[in-house]
T-cell receptor, first 111, second 114 residues
Framework: SAVISQKPSRDICQRGTSLTIQCQVD?????MFWYRQQPGQSLTLIAT?????????ESGFVIDKFPISRPNLTFSTLTVSNMSPEDSSIYLC????????FGQGTRLTVV | DAKTTQPPSMDCAEGRAANLPCNHS???????VYWYRQIHSQGPQYIIH???NNETNEMASLIITEDRKSSTLILPHATLRDTAVYYC???????????????FGKGTLLTVNP
């Protein structure tokens, strides 16, 4: 199994600002995933981040809004840019080794 | 869109078996059935997965029908801590290709009552 640490666990941000979420894994993994969970909704995949290559974004998500970094095999960041109240969600990092493991999420509130 | 169908909610008495159904009539031959659960305010937790044989681990049992079009997750002795949203997902088990990703549906909210 993999242990995933996310920072921050929660934040309240002003609209128009950006927040960078960090995800640290206790082992080297090839693929890391970022999900969004809007209030009362299920999880939606934002993008897949492979080390050494550009992240692959799902339909409806763009790099300018959600830039992702993947500098090594144990770490990734997701930035939520130019935030609006509609970005208020839980953002989750995940790694996949046949079965997926998830961080505890970052609860973001945009005011 | 999610490739599975689950009831939106179910209730179960504490100590009894909880049987959570899932329909996946369009499952492909190389796709596995995965189950995850999400306890309130936590990240999803892996429970079990299987291809066509029934599977059992320390958390649950997975029963897959012979035609693989449906499955049932069984929590043999439900406790209050099993109250969560349970997600049934189908996908291939090895990385590579767009169908490797996890596509979450709405899941089933299981409420275990004392």
């Amino acid at each position: 199994s993999a242990v995933i640490s996310q920072k921050p666990s929660r934040d309240i941000c002003q609209r128009g600002t950006s927040l960078t979420i960090q995800c640290q894994v206790d082992s080297q993994v090839t693929m890391m995933f970022w999900y969004r969970q809007q209030p009362g909704q299920s999880l939606t995949l934002i993008a897949t981040a492979n080390q050494g290559s550009e992240a692959t974004y799902e339909s409806g998500f763009v790099i300018d809004k959600f830039p992702i970094s993947r500098p090594n095999l144990t770490f990734s960041t997701l930035t939520v840019s130019n935030m609006s109240p509609e970005d208020s969600s839980i953002y989750l990092c995940s790694v996949d080794q046949t079965e997926a493991f998830f961080g505890q999420g970052t609860r973001l509130t945009v005011v | 869109d999610a490739k599975t169908t689950q009831p939106p909610s179910m209730d179960c008495a504490e100590g009894r078996a909880a049987n959570l159904p899932c329909n996946h009539s369009t499952i492909s031959g190389n796709e596995y059935v995965y189950w995850y659960r999400q306890i309130h305010s936590q990240g999803p937790q892996y429970i079990i997965h299987g291809l066509k044989n029934n599977e059992t681990n320390e958390m649950a049992s997975l029963i897959i029908t012979e035609d693989r079009k449906s499955s049932t997750l069984i929590l043999p002795h439900a406790t209050l801590r099993d109250t969560a949203v349970y997600y049934c997902i189908v996908r291939v088990s090895q990385s590579g290709g767009s169908n490797y990703k996890l596509t979450f549906g709405k899941g089933t909210l299981l409420t275990v009552n004392p």
